[in-house]
């Protein structure tokens, strides 16, 4: 069994090829997202907001981090191989 991940974008966090005048880029129609431990940068499409799994998540976050995110994107309270699980899911549809 494979992953198929094609619209998941993993960029490391802070890069200094992205940086721009107004901070990291983030492709039109995708929204950075930080997860993990280690607050690992994902880049996803903004189609999966409205997908239910991936509003569970978003309620966690509210719930855990209110609306302030320091680090410029949504920071997701979950492990990276469950937002990488879900994300694979989320793209197969």
Same mark, same amino acid.
């Given at each position: 069994?494979?992953?198929?991940?094609?619209?998941?974008?993993?960029?490391?966090?802070?890069?200094?090829?992205? *940086?721009?005048?107004? %901070?990291?880029?983030? &492709?039109? +129609?995708? =929204?950075?997202?930080?997860? !993990?431990?280690?607050?690992?940068?994902?880049?996803?499409?903004?189609?999966?907001?409205?997908q239910p799994s991936f509003q569970e998540l978003l309620n966690q976050s *509210?719930?855990?981090? %209110?609306?302030?995110? &320091?680090? +410029?994107? =949504?920071?997701?309270?979950? !492990?990276?191989?469950?937002?990488?699980?879900?994300?694979?899911?989320?793209?197969?549809?």
């Amino acid at each position: 069994m494979g992953f198929r991940i094609a619209k998941l974008i993993r960029m490391p966090s802070f890069s200094k090829t992205q *940086e721009t005048a107004k %901070g990291l880029e983030v &492709p039109k +129609g995708y =929204l950075a997202v930080y997860v !993990g431990d280690r607050m690992r940068r994902f880049v996803i499409p903004v189609s999966y907001l409205s997908q239910p799994s991936f509003q569970e998540l978003l309620n966690q976050s *509210e719930e855990e981090f %209110g609306y302030d995110h &320091p680090m +410029g994107g =949504l920071t997701i309270p979950c !492990g990276e191989d469950a937002f990488l699980q879900l994300t694979s899911r989320l793209s197969d549809l």
